[in-house]
């Protein structure tokens, strides 16, 4: 199974889509904190305005943490598109190129290519939002220095630096289970259909479609958002909170794992019973 993923890792990472998601990221992150260099105090003034006249503030407020909390707000929720590129053209590459059938002549199962291949995928998504926390988290906290952080998320709170890097470590793996619950959306659309261009317009598709559900106030709707994964993707932000909700984030990753496996299980049952002809 480990040479599997290898070389289905191989097979992702030689396609020049695979990068969209990195180099997206390696443009958008420097150019906010090159924004947020030369105006970023003005920025933290503004945002404390109300508060001056009351509070004094002392410290350095604006930091390396600031920064990632802003980026991680800002970009979060535009990283599925980035998701669905690679997720999308996993079986429905192999449909294109003409390979199934070449790739299962192998004395492998089909259950072991599958498994490889979401594994794989999981393996990139980790590897995406490593690649972000490395830029907004690490390269800020360079350029920008430690300090305490303050949020407006739930009221205004002022978090010790010794009390930051672990509400980010928890958050950054919260948000991968939320992206294995976008990719496995794109990875069952991948198993229906034999043009990668398909699934990830429908999984961008369904995404949008789930969020305008959700902001719709309709009360069976708002009674059913409850079920839609893209509700869940942003409980990161919990770990911002204080104290932490966790009852919501257990509940949440339940929901959101329950789409992750429940998507696997779809897809593995559809790739077994699939007629392969090509």
Avoid: C
Avoid at 234 to 248: I, L
């Amino acid at each position: 199974m480990r040479t599997l993923i290898f070389i289905e890792l191989e097979k992702i990472f030689k396609k020049w889509r695979t990068y969209i998601g990195f180099i997206a990221i390696g443009v958008l992150v420097p150019i906010v904190q090159i924004a947020l260099y030369f105006t970023g105090k003005d920025y933290l003034r503004a945002l404390t305005h109300g508060l001056q006249d009351s509070f004094i503030m002392v410290g350095n407020l604006f930091n390396g943490y600031l920064v990632a909390n802003l980026i991680l707000n800002a970009l979060f929720i535009h990283i599925p598109f980035l998701i669905v590129l690679v997720g999308g053209d996993l079986l429905a590459g192999e449909a294109t190129s003409g390979t199934y059938r070449m790739l299962l002549t192998r004395p492998i199962s089909r259950f072991q290519v599958i498994t490889a291949k979401f594994i794989a995928g999981v393996i990139y998504i980790i590897s995406l939002l490593g690649w972000l926390a490395f830029l907004s988290l690490g390269v800020s906290i360079l350029i920008f220095g430690t300090g305490e952080l303050i949020t407006f998320s739930d009221g205004l709170i002022i978090f010790q630096s010794n009390d930051i890097l672990w509400r980010f470590g928890m958050a950054y793996f919260f948000a991968t289970i939320s992206m294995a619950a976008v990719f496995s959306v794109s990875f069952f659309f991948s198993s229906l259909v034999e043009n990668a261009i398909g699934p990830i317009v429908a999984s961008m598709a369904v995404i949008i479609i789930f969020f305008i559900l959700s902001a719709l106030p309709i009360d069976i709707l708002q009674e059913m958002k409850t079920y839609f994964f893209t509700s869940h993707m942003g409980v990161w932000s919990n770990f911002f909170h204080d104290p932490v909700d966790y009852s919501e984030v257990f509940n949440s990753a339940l929901v959101l794992l329950a789409h992750v496996f429940g998507l696997y299980g779809i897809t593995l049952y559809i790739f077994i019973k699939k007629d392969i002809l090509s």
